[in-house]
Structures are given as C-alpha cells and as structure tokens.
C-alpha cells in the first residue's frame, strides 16, 4: 500500500543511453512533481503536473522529458545521459499544487552514468 | 535560486536532549514546510507552517516562524536515535509556484 511508489530503485548505465522512471501515486492527489537531489543532498523541483498538465517546468535540458498519461502516474524518461545526470531522482504528489500542501515523496531512484 | 538556508549543516547529540534547527529564507513565503530525510529514502514531511502562524506543534515537534526576520527553527524535544536524519526547511513564495528546499541540517542522535 505504498503512497509513492517509483521504479526502478536503481539504475546504472551507461553514457549516452537513454532510460525512463516511472512514478505512480495512490492518494488520489491531483498534482505530482519530479525532483534532482544532488550528491550534497541539494534537492531542486524539474518538473510539476496537475492532472495531467504541465505547470512548472524548471530549467531543464530538453533531454529530459515528463509524460503524465493520467493523474497517478509520472514518469520521466532521459535521452542521452550524461555523466552529471548522475543524482537521485525524487517522485512527489500533493493535493493542489504550487506549495501549499505536504507533498508525498517516493524512495527515490539512483541513477549512476558510468 | 535557493531560498532557504538551514543551519547548522550539522548536529550531533545523545538520546534525550532536544535539537534545534533553523532555517532562513530570502523573500516573503506563503508557508514553511519542515520535511525530514532518512538515509537511503524519500522526504516525509512533518510540519507547514502559514505566513500568519508563529508556532506550531506536533507531537514532539514545535516548529516558530519570525516573518519578520524570515526565519522558522525546529525544536525537536526528548530526541531519539530514530530522530537521526536530515531535515530540510521548504518555502512556498505564493501559491502556484515550486516549493524551494534548503540543503538540510543532517542530525545525529547517538544512544
């Protein structure tokens, strides 16, 4: 019955490649959102979908690119990786967007560029 | 660009003391989140905290807000070794916007 729930947990590979994460959410919430966390525990909002549409989109490379085919899930996929894509990739949902709620986080997945 | 900056980066104390932690933020906030992180996992958000509250607890938590000086801390009372994690502070500038977390304060409880 986990709330968030992402896959895979991890990931390793190689440059170049390219991968995509999944993210499903079973609160019934409307807005989801992909996080970076960087080695220094820096975490920083990419991107933000309520139902289904795009509202924030953080200065991201166009390599990355979120698809939300409906309001529980959101999954990230990630063209060409490069060696500093290497971070732990967060899934989040809260009910209303921008802020004003808690939002619910996923474990995490950690990517390794090799 | 960073909005919130928690400090100290680092605290390490023994079961039964209290933690203190505080965050300072730049600009004017909608609300202040505190979330913690243990190793290994994902944030889980403890408190949110509106523009026009000054305190709020819950359970062995009590979390201020100083507006004025955009400021909160994070009083964690009786700690234990569970306690251990980090904590992060997360502003809300206005609804419709990204929630901006600051690098964490990493607590270590030891027994």
């Known amino acids: 019955d986990t709330a968030v729930s992402q896959t895979p947990k991890y990931l390793v590979t190689q440059m170049g490649n390219d991968k995509s994460i999944k993210c499903e959410q079973n609160?019934?919430?409307?807005?989801m959102y992909w996080y970076k966390q960087d080695s220094k525990k820096f975490l920083k909002i990419m991107f933000s979908y309520n139902n289904k549409e795009l509202i924030i989109n953080e200065t991201v490379p166009n390599r990355f690119s979120p698809k939300s085919p409906d309001k529980a899930h959101l999954n990230l996929h990630i063209n060409s990786l490069e060696l500093g894509d290497s971070a732990v990739y967060f899934c989040a949902s809260s009910q209303g967007g921008g802020g004003v709620q808690p939002q619910h986080f996923g474990d995490g997945t950690r990517l390794s560029i090799l | 660009s960073q909005q919130g900056e928690e400090d100290p980066q680092a605290l390490s104390i023994q079961e039964g003391e209290n933690a203190t932690m505080n965050c300072s933020y730049k600009t004017s906030i909608n609300n202040l989140q505190w979330y913690r992180q243990n190793s290994g996992r994902g944030l889980v958000h403890l408190i949110l905290i509106r523009s026009n509250e000054r305190e709020k607890h819950s359970g062995r938590l009590r979390v201020t807000l100083d507006t004025s000086k955009k400021s909160s801390s994070l009083l964690i009372t009786a700690s234990r070794a569970a306690d251990t994690a980090s904590y992060f502070c997360a502003t809300s500038v206005q609804a419709g916007t990204a929630l901006i977390f600051g690098k964490g304060t990493t607590l270590s409880v030891s027994s």
């Open positions: 609160l019934g919430h409307d807005t």
